[in-house]
């Protein structure tokens, strides 16, 4: 994400991809609550917070965050220590403002609080205190929040924000379910009090214009490591269905959440068999066993780049090539029931049909925690674990949609 963010500032159109001015740093403070495997740490202070970003379309900016929470450790907390840990997090997160999406632009003095979503790393020096000697510890984490600004000045804004981190089960020591929560107070200097004032002209102008919805079917992979990728014997291949709703905010950026999944299995095992052969004698193979069938969904924000329209627009091109980053919750069904934060990451080929309509591909990859799929791979690794899918679909444009194509000037029926 830094490295997309970089090539926009760099190389990109302005008005098409970004704005001058957008530019926004904050920092904040406040208190956090840990709860780890069936533990919690009570309310612990400080949690200071500073973030760099960039609204990259009116109703979403993108940021970089650097985050400090102490709290105690899991470990300190089954020990009954009264000591504390300094956790570290640096996370890439997206911020809406819900309210510019179905409104017109314009600042307002209190605002509707922004949801946030992001994917970042967290780190836990070593500890050496009340008889403990750990190593340190750093994994992914995902995060979901929301940000409620209050405007003040010009330029100057006050913020209240709650954010929960989704941390690995097996981080810190703890097996369960573990979240990190954080409420902080603080204050946001932007660069410009309203960027965004002109709409570009290849900008969404109406709030009723340029939405789609989207529906498609294809194949998942149940992945620990791709282990059995072409054994048929392990059924790991199953149908996925999918449905979609999202809005062409410019030319290059569009948002959309959709509901994926359904239909997996957990990691397949190799049984050793002995069998007699026609000699009477015995002969030692192996056979594959499939794991337990279930069903889960994910529902995931994705923010989409469209790399046709980056540098400028141009009329008349009927293909456009989507990379997308996306975060959302994912909850697997009866079996085993459970829910947590996932992290995807795609790619979709969009072909015009007519003004209504388009025909896509789309190829992405669901990471999601160990316990929902029910295992690891092989290494251990949760980087593999997840859903690869394939899937072919239709796209519906509703009412006017004129940032994903337009007809070529001189253009006549007859051609």
Excluded: C
């Amino acid at each position: 994400m830094i490295m997309l963010a970089l090539t926009i500032s760099v190389g990109a159109q302005r008005g098409n991809a970004y704005n001058d001015h957008t530019l926004y740093l904050s920092v904040g403070g406040g208190g956090s609550f840990y709860a780890a495997g069936g533990e919690s740490s009570g309310i612990a202070v400080p949690t200071v917070q500073l973030t760099a970003g960039r609204w990259i379309t009116n109703p979403l900016a993108f940021r970089i965050t650097a985050e400090m929470a102490t709290t105690p450790s899991y470990y300190q907390m089954v020990n009954g220590s009264s000591a504390n840990t300094s956790f570290f997090m640096g996370s890439a997160e997206f911020m809406w403002n819900v309210r510019a999406t179905f409104d017109h632009v314009r600042p307002y003095r209190v605002d509707w609080p922004y949801p946030l979503i992001g994917l970042g790393l967290i780190y836990r020096p070593d500890i050496n205190s009340d008889g403990l000697e750990l190593g340190s510890e750093n994994d992914f984490h995902t995060m979901l929040g929301l940000h409620w600004p209050v405007r003040f000045g010009k330029h100057w804004a006050a913020f209240l924000e709650y954010k929960v981190h989704f941390l690995p089960q097996v981080f810190d020591g703890s097996h369960g379910d573990n979240y990190l929560h954080s409420l902080l107070v603080g204050a946001t200097y932007d660069f410009s009090d309203n960027p965004y004032r002109r709409t570009s002209a290849y900008a969404s102008h109406d709030t009723r214009e340029d939405w789609f919805v989207g529906f498609g079917f294809g194949a998942s992979f149940s992945s620990f490591e791709f282990e059995h990728l072409t054994d048929l014997e392990a059924k790991l291949w199953t149908p996925s269905p999918e449905i979609m709703v999202g809005r062409n905010f410019s030319s290059v950026w569009t948002i959309r959440f959709e509901l994926s999944g359904f239909f997996a299995r957990e990691r397949a095992t190799t049984v050793a068999t002995s069998t007699i052969d026609a000699e009477g004698q015995p002969v030692l193979g192996n056979t594959i066993q499939p794991g337990l069938w279930y069903t889960y969904n994910m529902l995931h924000t994705d923010f989409m780049i469209n790399l046709g329209h980056l540098m400028g627009f141009r009329r008349g091109v009927k293909w456009n090539f989507l990379p997308y980053l996306g975060a959302g919750p994912v909850w697997r069904y009866r079996t085993h029931p459970s829910f947590n934060l996932g992290a995807d990451i795609g790619f979709m080929a969009r072909r015009y049909i007519t003004n209504m309509g388009d025909l896509y591909l789309d190829l992405k990859y669901l990471m999601v925690p160990p316990r929902i799929a029910g295992s690891t791979g092989e290494s251990g690794s949760i980087l593999g674990v997840g859903y690869p899918i394939f899937t072919i679909g239709y796209i519906h444009n509703f009412n006017r949609s004129t940032t994903r194509y337009r007809i070529p000037e001189h253009w006549s029926p007859t051609r």
